[in-house]
């Protein structure tokens, strides 16, 4: 009897003891994440109808956001020095990893609003705190301008990537992917377009409509899928001088869900509609985020 009160007192000693030690505080840690890009070469250099390639500046901040039990409940910055054009980033900085948990790297990094959710700089990308769903919220296109003809800077800011991150050891390593497509509009304006004026705006409408995606709900096996958002036209600001005879290249920077078949108008602004092109769509574009979509037409004037 007394071996089994024995027994007894030491199988209870060792769950307590186990209790103990998964109820430990995890403390941080000095972290060293790599992250690299699906597809590699220049920042912003894209590639009709392929991918959105790019490479790190010289200085650069990324985020990890901890997810458990499908809510994200933490944000952490690390930070990234190295020669501008590298392939691979190393990112130190101190982690505290909760047990549990999921990690995914957001790129550019986020920052803390209102208590309620952490966005990028322009709160063009965003995270609700502690959501049922992890959730997009994405840009709006008509709050950007293209400066220049064939310019890429209005993308450059809201050109952000995830990527599922695995910590072990203090180590940790990811593969960004895009979350945004672009839709390139190559333009050849119309001899008789009025010179010296400057174009204001680009306008893409839609018979049926043009799905950007205004929530993208996000999930580890499926990590871009839309939802809602929905319209039929796009507008965009522009600044670009216009030519007779000369030839303008747009980029409007998605995310899409889809570009509908059937036709679609393109009109350029110099206060007023000054040209436009009706242009039939064989078929549906799903406009996949991390791609380029060309559009090449003739604009005629109004």
């Not at 296109?141 to 003809?149: D, K, M, R, Y």
């Not at 007779?244 to 509609?273: C, E, R, W």
Request: aromatic content about 10%.
């Amino acid at each position: 009897m007394k071996k089994i009160i024995l027994f007894a007192a030491i199988a209870s000693a060792m769950f307590v003891s186990c209790i103990k030690e998964t109820a430990v505080e995890q403390k941080p840690i000095q972290l060293t994440l790599t992250a690299s890009f699906e597809d590699l070469s220049t920042r912003a250099s894209y590639t009709d109808n392929h991918g959105l390639k790019m490479s790190w500046d010289a200085e650069e901040a990324i985020s990890i956001v901890t997810v458990k039990d499908d809510k994200a409940i933490n944000l952490q910055t690390m930070t990234s020095s190295g020669t501008a054009g590298r392939k691979n980033a190393v990112f130190t900085g101190s982690f505290t990893p909760t047990d549990g948990a999921k990690y995914f790297a957001v790129y550019p990094a986020m920052s803390d609003h209102f208590d309620t959710y952490w966005s990028t700089e322009g709160q063009h990308f965003r995270i609700d705190k502690n959501s049922e769903y992890l959730t997009w919220k994405t840009i709006n296109v008509s709050n950007l301008s293209q400066t220049g003809n064939g310019s890429l800077d209005h993308i450059a800011g809201v050109d952000a990537m995830i990527g599922q991150v695995d910590v072990v050891d203090g180590k940790a390593n990811t593969s960004l992917v895009k979350t945004l497509s672009v839709l390139k509009l190559n333009l050849s304006l119309p001899d008789d377009i009025e010179e010296g004026g400057t174009l204001t705006c680009v306008e893409v409408k839609s018979e049926g409509f043009i799905t950007t995606g205004t929530w993208q709900e996000f999930d580890y096996s499926t990590p871009f899928q839309w939802a809602g958002g929905g319209q039929t036209f796009v507008q965009m600001g522009l600044n670009i001088p216009a030519e007779d005879n000369g030839n303008v290249v747009i980029y409007i920077p998605g995310p899409y869900g889809k570009l509908p078949a059937g036709n679609i108008t393109v009109s350029l602004y110099q206060g007023v509609v000054t040209c436009e092109k009706i242009i039939p769509i064989s078929e549906e574009l799903p406009m996949q985020a991390g791609y380029v979509y060309t559009i090449n037409a003739e604009m005629e004037k109004k």
